[in-house]
């Protein structure tokens, strides 16, 4: 018994008699058998749990995903119909009628909005978000989010400033993904600001000296090195700080705000998250009640050696999200000649085991990034060396790109690409 529940039975035979200690000894060791067989049938009930679980999230993204798609064909018909009458292309009319074409526009757009969160979070949930990362620059970025505002904001009496840094860095960023962040981080500060500017910044910090909420500990204790930090400040409702971390839940908005009366799906914040996260940065804010509100995020700046496996772990992310393989080779990092270097360093096993790892992985007919990291000559040597078996077995390997990263004076630069 366990727990007050039969569990099982053990049959002990034997021709002697048992004595009073011979069976209090079966008893403990019965129990001792019974407890972790015990926890083998929870273990498994769990993962069976677990599983259900599983399917239950993707049958839900599916749906989400399903629906999202079959709503969406109908309500671009019916925005394209709505452009066409007020275009006046079909006839003239009247101004009420105009008046209530114009409304049902907007609310179109607004429910086009509300589709697009709904088929990104499930895309995201699903790991099915595409991305696509290049180094750029974060103001024009800005710059263009601004000026798509600004009607928006003058429309309540408020104006949009942007103060950029000085320093001039590049990121390697989406920028869709970017302005897709910003767009709601400012239209969030217009919605819940009566009056004063919106103010969007840039800085350069590193990770150590971010200041934030103990509540955003652990998005924020994970990063390291230099980031580019980007801070949307209102002077708003404010949002009370047992909610700070709150916002960013799905679906979630927060009570005797202004939230009911703007409207939302709640879904804003929680896809930048997201979205940051899928940047190795981090999002997060800061607020006062009636003071106003700063909301922050950070994108590691590219070009940064501290930052370089990070954004390396992001080309991996962004390779395999296209249905790439990946194979990242390692040499050792040397001033010697490439012949001292690979015989000292074993490097020539090194470039057929390269080989052999494509074989053996079964990548050869998918595989088509390698990432090389060492310095300049070895790379490039291996480079070769690679190039050579991809020319010999051709059809095996397909099309291959080949992205090669090297140090040189312990700065990290990226040389891309290598087409073969
Ligand atoms: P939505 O704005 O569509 O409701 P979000 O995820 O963007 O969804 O925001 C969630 C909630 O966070 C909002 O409903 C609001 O309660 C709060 N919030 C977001 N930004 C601000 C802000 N700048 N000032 C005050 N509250 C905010």
Redesign the pocket.
Known sequence: MLNDEFFGFTEIYREKPFSTEDATVFQTLVRQVAIPLQSASFTQELKATNRKLQKLERLKSEFISIVSHELRTPLTAIKNAMDIILSGKAGDMTENIEKFVSMGKRNALRLSGIIN?LLDISKIEAGKMDFKFELMDVKPVIEYVKTNLTEVAKEKGLQIVFTPSDENVEVYADSNRLEQVLT??V???I???TEGNIEISTKVVNARELHYDQCFEEDIKKLQGNYLQVC?E?H????ERK?LN??????????N???RK???????????RQLMEAHNGAIW?D?EINQ??K?YFVIPIANDKSNFMMIRKQLVQQARSNGTTVAVIKIKSTNDTIEKLLRENNLLNKTYMANSMIEKEGLMTTLSLILMDGDKPSAEFLHKKIDSVIEQNKDLYGKCDIMYSYEIEGDTHEKDSYSG
Do not use: R, W, Y
């Open positions: 969160d709601n981080l239209s969030n500060a919605k819940f600001t949307v209102d708003g409702i404010g949002i909610d709150h916002v960013f839940d799905k679906f979630a908005q927060i009570e705000s202004l939230s703007v409207g939302g799906t709640g879904l804003g914040l929680p896809i930048a804010c607020s106003g509100s909301f």
